[in-house]
């Protein structure tokens, strides 16, 4: 799997959009990017993932540049209960395989 | 529907005991990954089974550790002769066969040897 790199602590405002960096400049072209989040206490969560075009769902949207090397997930509405860990993890989405966990971004939500 | 299920939930142990832990994955998932997490790292990769075939094996910490998948459903991680390091939380996750493969992961189980 290809390493990614993401910075090790970001803060946002309660309401704002909350915007996290991830570069993955090692991607190849049968990998997809996804991000799971974990919550104090909690199992990792899955949010989203994507291959080249843009995704959103319910939870968030992620944006994968034109040449794949980097992407920005992105939580429109950030609310307290988004303070976690986010990790951005590149691996091969067509087949099961385990996940490689880097350390990770961890998002506080400020009032 | 149900989700991953883990138990215990919480295990203390005594240095040098044997103890196993339990996960029973999402009904129809094909997959099933391991994963460990001590106090204040990140997640380390154990083991995963998927369908038939072959378990990958290679994040076992040593020969200590051990993991079964009976009847392509519940699975049994089982750690003899624990040591004090072998504390952390014990993560179990599952997944469909499928184009995203994400995982979905159970809620641990703390061990802690003595």
């Known amino acids: 799997d290809a390493k990614t790199t993401q910075p090790p602590s970001m803060d946002c405002a309660e309401g704002r959009a909350a915007n996290l960096p991830c570069n993955h400049s090692t991607i190849s072209g049968n990998e997809y990017v996804y991000w799971y989040r974990q919550i104090h206490s909690q199992g990792p969560q899955y949010i989203i993932h994507g291959l080249k075009n843009n995704e959103t769902n319910e939870m968030a949207s992620l944006i994968i540049t034109e040449d794949r090397k980097s992407s920005t997930l992105i939580l429109p509405h950030a609310t307290l209960r988004d303070t976690a860990v986010y990790y951005c993890?590149?691996?091969?989405?067509?087949?099961?395989?385990?996940?490689?966990f880097g350390s990770g971004t961890r998002l506080s939500i400020r009032p | 529907g149900a989700g991953v299920s883990q138990s215990p939930s919480n295990k203390v142990t005594e240095k040098g005991k044997d103890v196993e832990l339990r996960c029973d994955p999402i009904s129809g998932h094909t997959a099933l990954y391991w994963y460990r997490q001590s106090l204040g790292q990140g997640l380390e990769f154990l083991i995963y089974f998927q369908g038939n075939s072959a378990p990958d094996k290679s994040g076992l910490p040593s020969d200590r550790f051990s993991a079964e998948r009976t009847g392509g459903s519940v699975s049994t991680l089982t750690i003899q002769r624990t040591q004090q390091e072998d504390s952390a939380v014990y993560l179990c996750a599952s997944s469909r066969r499928g184009q995203s493969n994400e995982q979905f992961f159970g809620p641990g189980t703390r061990l802690t040897v003595l």
């Open positions: 993890i590149v691996r091969v989405g067509s087949s099961a395989s385990k996940i490689i």
